[in-house]
């Protein structure tokens, strides 16, 4: 049995939400995701050669998102 370390990986959110009017919101929104920027080896190669049980994928990098969203 052959395992790959755990994965921990950090998201962040931050929200803030504006009343326009009573019926009428506006939020703003920004996401971190990977935000401690973690390599960790997903997947490893598993066929015969001088790849055998390299690392073959790893997480991506840290990526950042804003949006919005008006609700009415």
Same mark, same amino acid.
């Given at each position: ?28 929104? %920004?996401?971190? %995701? ?31 998102? %804003? ?6």
């Amino acid at each position: 049995t052959y395992y790959l370390p755990d994965t921990h990986v950090i998201n962040l959110r931050v929200q803030k939400e504006f009343v326009i009017k009573t019926s009428q919101r506006l939020q703003l929104m %920004f996401n971190m %995701f990977n935000f401690a920027d973690a390599k960790t080896v997903t997947d490893v190669y598993q066929t015969t050669g001088p790849w055998f049980g390299q690392p073959a994928i790893n997480l991506g990098g840290t990526v950042v998102r %804003f949006g919005t969203r008006y609700t009415f």
